[in-house]
């Protein structure tokens, strides 16, 4: 049983991974005039941060996720890399 646990844990992380370092390439790609299209994405999320005062502390929350062409690209690997692991 823990062993399947370990191998969802180490699934996220290659996501998550994926997503990030293809969303770091997508930018960086964003400034090359034939890689332009791997920037191209979306934003989700809450563009003002929802916040409740309770007068002795006060929360803040917050949640913002930008895809692009290239985070997904990334999860694709990941997911490739993770199968043939």
């Known amino acids: 049983m823990a062993t399947r646990d370990k191998?969802?844990?180490i699934l996220i992380i290659f996501i998550?991974?994926?997503l990030v370092i293809g969303g770091l390439l997508g930018e960086?790609?964003?400034k090359v005039d034939f890689l332009w299209w791997l920037?191209?994405?979306q934003d989700f999320g809450l563009t003002d941060p929802l916040s409740l005062d309770l007068?002795?502390?006060k929360l803040t929350f917050g949640l913002q996720l930008?895809?692009?062409i290239a985070s997904i690209i990334g999860m694709a690997?990941?997911?490739f890399i993770y199968r043939k692991i």
């Open 55 to 57: 007068n002795i502390i």
């Open 7 to 9: 191998n969802i844990w």
């Open 39 to 41: 920037s191209y994405g």
């Open 16 to 18: 998550l991974s994926g």
């Open 66 to 68: 930008k895809i692009n």
């Open 28 to 30: 960086l790609a964003s």
């Open 77 to 79: 690997i990941a997911i």
